[in-house]
């Protein structure tokens, strides 16, 4: 795999392409999911819906067309989205009375209907996230990452303070960082966004954000404290305890199926895809190998392998197709399934199979007796041993000793000139725009966030090189 960024784009292609991912649809910039491309999804789905379900978060659906006085009434809100949004103009063959936009996101939609429901403070919180597809008319797309219509889940909830809200907000964005860690054993860094890169209409906007295989950046997840900004806009009040109409303090929070793209970005190899066990539609494929089919001793004892493997929750394909073993070894490869089993009359003699990690390069022994352990464990260290790998990878490309934009345009000639990957650098900032912008203009490096634990505190501003007031990860992004 390439480094060179023409070359990763062209790796990732036809790597989710080979994977039997996803294919293209007619309509520019969106996609369709074939199976296993949308089960990666179900199974970050199953496990973000439970941690929310257990924080006493309920789900709900609104609609997808919203009219465009609504996004009116938030006027940072439609200023950040106006380029990207898609109009409905015309129904059953006339022109509308008003516009409407398929929804970016639902923000003003939540917030026009939490005004009639949010009466009391015995109202209050109201904890709610909807599993929904959004629509961004995005110039330059890529299946997964960057598409104009994409899955995702957007949590909305309101609170009768700013301490409860601010709580919230701390708290969804743990929760992402769990799941992306733990589930798709992608590191993260957590912090706040700098203003420039603030949600639309956010008063604080927190990030998790993972580095991928070319050293570009990914925003994992986010989670927004909206003040009451939106709870004005669409006079959502309630009443106090003390009988006074007040405003409610508002978040919301999102994942997207671009988290599909950032584990095929972070794990994948020259082969294809690499799946962390957790999320893998299959983690366990039996190739019969050898004269096999005049060995029904040979199936019999896979299919016995399959039921006890099947029987303990794991997700298991026999592979007794008439390919070549060869063919089968690269399919499932491809398709980056955690743990591959062969069993041929040999193996069948010596009382063992052989079984292969995808992300390791040795096939070992292991006894037919303890397969099902030994398939087992297997799984749970690749799990480890991919994250592990993953902050390995992200600690060598994470650079923190560039103070000075010049350092930075040095840094970034040298790793043009040895086709090395220029990875992140975490840098002092003085607080001001303009030297924010200064450096995007002439690295394309943005502000990922203000990370709560960065590894070194940084003193002065790597575009003016006065006194910093943050210490941020600068890096190119998806």
């Known amino acids: 795999m390439s480094q060179n960024t023409n070359d990763f784009s062209k790796w990732y292609i036809d790597t989710i392409q080979k994977a039997d991912l996803m294919d293209y649809t007619p309509v520019r910039g969106c996609i369709a999911f074939k199976p296993d491309g949308y089960e990666l999804w179900e199974h970050i789905q199953t496990e973000m819906d439970k941690r929310f379900k257990e924080t006493g978060h309920r789900n709900a659906y609104f609609p997808m067309l919203i009219p465009e006085s609504f996004f009116q009434k938030e006027k940072d809100h439609i200023e950040g989205f106006s380029p990207e949004l898609p109009w409905v103009t015309e129904a059953a063959g006339e022109q509308l009375e008003e516009r409407l936009a398929l929804r970016p996101t639902s923000e003003t939609m939540i917030g026009h209907l939490y005004s009639n429901w949010i009466k009391s403070y015995r109202d209050l919180p109201v904890l709610i996230n909807q599993w929904a597809n959004v629509f961004r008319w995005e110039k330059k797309t890529l299946p997964f990452i960057r598409t104009s219509e994409f899955l995702w889940q957007e949590g909305h909830t309101a609170h009768v ?72 806009a669409f006079d959502i009040k309630y009443l106090t305890k003390e009988n006074k109409h007040t405003h409610v303090h508002t978040t919301s929070w999102g994942t997207s199926t671009r988290l599909i793209g950032s584990v095929i970005m972070v794990h994948g190899d020259e082969q294809g895809l690499v799946l962390p066990p957790k999320i893998a539609p299959t983690q366990v494929v039996l190739i019969p190998v050898g004269p096999w089919k005049k060995n029904p001793a040979i199936i019999e004892k896979l299919d016995e392998i399959f039921a006890a493997l099947k029987a303990k929750g794991i997700r298991v394909r026999l592979d007794d197709s008439d390919q070549s073993p060869g063919f089968k070894f690269n399919e499932w490869e491809l398709k980056g399934v955690p743990v591959r089993v062969e069993l041929g009359p040999r193996d069948l003699e010596n009382n063992q199979a052989l079984m292969k990690a995808r992300d390791e390069g040795e096939k070992v022994s292991v006894s037919l007796e303890s397969v099902v352990e030994s398939i087992e464990k297997e799984l749970e260290t690749m799990q480890t041993r991919l994250l592990e790998k993953a902050k390995a990878f992200r600690a060598e490309h994470s650079h923190t000793h560039i103070d000075s934009l010049e350092q930075l345009n040095q840094h970034l000639a040298e790793s043009e000139q040895n086709d090395k990957i220029p990875g992140w650098i975490l840098a002092g900032w003085c607080g001001d725009d303009v030297c924010e912008e200064n450096v995007k203009e002439q690295t394309k490096f943005t502000t990922r966030n203000i990370p709560f634990n960065p590894p070194t505190t940084k003193h002065t501003c790597i575009n003016c090189g006065k006194e910093a007031k943050h210490t941020v990860w600068f890096a190119r992004a998806y």
């Not at 054993?185 to 580095?211: C, L, N, Q, W």
């Open 161 to 232: 303070d700013e301490e409860d809200a601010r709580k919230e907000t701390m708290q969804m964005l743990n929760i992402y960082k769990e799941v992306v860690e733990g589930l798709l054993a992608i590191p993260v860094y957590d912090g706040e966004k700098t203003p420039s890169e603030r949600f639309a209409g956010a008063v604080d906007t927190f990030s998790i954000e993972a580095m991928m295989k070319d050293g570009k950046a990914v925003q994992a997840g986010t989670s927004h404290y909206l003040g009451t900004k939106f709870a004005e």
